[in-house]
C-alpha cells in the first residue's frame, strides 16, 4: 500500500467536486485508514539457552499485515513503503525468578534502536514490551532479539500474550 499520488490542480481549472472529493477522501482513507502496519506472533514457544548472546525470534503467524511486509520464512518485517515508524516488539517468558530476560529492537540490522531488560519473577510471567521510531527505507527489515541468564534453556511462553512484534508507518 503505498502513500496516495494524487494529481494536481492546474491554474484557473474549474475543479469539480469529484476531484475535490477524490483529494479528501482517498488521501485520508490510504494515509490514515490504510497505512503500512504489520504484526508478527509467535505461536509455537521458543527455547532460549541461557547466556548474554541474543537470538533472533521466531514468528509463526501474521496477525495483521496491510502492505505485504511480512516475511515468516526469516522471521522478520521487511519495509515496502519508505517512511517514519514505530517498531514495538513484546517478549513473554513463563514463571522462573533467575535470572534477566533481554527483548533488543533491530532495524536493518547493526547495533540495537530499543532495548528492555527485566529481571525474572517467581510469581507471574516476565513480560516485556519496547518500542522505538525508525526511519526507514525500502527494503530494510525490522527484527528481535532476546536472551535469558536463568542458568538453563527457557522457552518463551506462548499463551496470554505472545511474543510479537509490529511495524506501524507513521509518516514520510
Not at 494529481?7 to 474549474?14: D, L
Not at 513484546?90 to 530499543?114: D, E, K
Request: glycine share 8%; charged share 15%; hydrophobic share 35%.
Amino acid at each position: 500500500m503505498a502513500i496516495p499520488s494524487l494529481e494536481g490542480f492546474a491554474a484557473g481549472e474549474k475543479v469539480a467536486a469529484s476531484k475535490i472529493t477524490k483529494h479528501t477522501k482517498t488521501a485520508i482513507e490510504e494515509s490514515v485508514y490504510y497505512k503500512p502496519f504489520c504484526q508478527l506472533n509467535q505461536t509455537t514457544p521458543q527455547s532460549v539457552t541461557t547466556g548474554t548472546t541474543v537470538v533472533r525470534v521466531t514468528f509463526q503467524a501474521v496477525v495483521d499485515d496491510t502492505d505485504s511486509m511480512a516475511d515468516l520464512a526469516n522471521n522478520r518485517i521487511v519495509v515496502k513503503t519508505a517512511g517514519l515508524y514505530r517498531v514495538t516488539a513484546q517478549m513473554n517468558w513463563p514463571v522462573n525468578a533467575t535470572g534477566h530476560r533481554v527483548i533488543r529492537l533491530y532495524v536493518n540490522g547493526g547495533t540495537s534502536r530499543a532495548e528492555y531488560a527485566t529481571s525474572g519473577t517467581l510469581s507471574f510471567e516476565t513480560r516485556g514490551q519496547v518500542t522505538a521510531y525508525a526511519r526507514a527505507s525500502v527494503g530494510h527489515e525490522i527484527t528481535c532479539s532476546i536472551a535469558q541468564t536463568s542458568g538453563g534453556s527457557l522457552s518463551t511462553a506462548t499463551t496470554g500474550s505472545p511474543c510479537w512484534l509490529a511495524a506501524e508507518w507513521i509518516s514520510l
